[in-house]
């Protein structure tokens, strides 16, 4: 069965908290749906004069039941309830299933999100990542005995 992706547009011109949204909302949506199925979730932010949505989210679930049972349920009547807390408008809601994914690497440890709570999480895993590789190098080098971890160039 292939995924089922909600997206959810929030029209331009409608208030909208993203700092809420971000912080609270997300959140709320990852413990309620996450046992439903919710496999992730990306979020644009549009502010072009021509466009008709300020955001929209997408969200996959395992497949189409997974999202039907997650919005029926007292979990998703919750996460519905809370969205007049970040805007003053109604959203657009559209279901459909992948037909076609494909995703382009350009280098493993390449900052690719934007969100300010992940930039600060992205910077830890590289500079563990750093750590990693650099204690891994030490262990094929005759210099490990001089160089404690300490003194890693990070």
């Not at 657009?92 to 999480?121: M, N, Q, Y």
Request: with cysteine; net charge neutral; charged share 25%.
């Amino acid at each position: 069965m292939a995924p089922t992706i909600i997206s959810v547009r929030y029209p331009m011109g409608s208030k909208f908290n993203m700092d809420y949204y971000l912080s609270v909302h997300l959140p709320l949506i990852k413990k309620n749906w996450g046992p439903f199925g919710l496999k992730g979730w990306k979020v644009a932010e549009y502010s072009g004069s021509e466009d008709p949505w300020c955001v929209v989210g997408w969200f996959e679930f395992e497949g189409p039941d997974h999202w039907a049972k997650a919005a029926s349920s007292d979990e998703g009547k919750e996460v519905f309830g809370d969205i007049p807390n970040f805007t003053d408008k109604g959203a657009t809601t559209l279901t459909g299933s992948v037909v076609l994914e494909t995703r382009v690497v350009v280098a493993a440890a390449e900052e690719v999100l934007v969100a300010e709570p992940e930039r600060a999480r992205v910077r830890k895993q590289r500079q563990q990542w750093k750590q990693h590789v650099f204690v891994h190098a030490l262990r094929d080098s005759s210099q490990r005995s001089q160089i404690s971890r300490a003194q890693a160039p990070l």
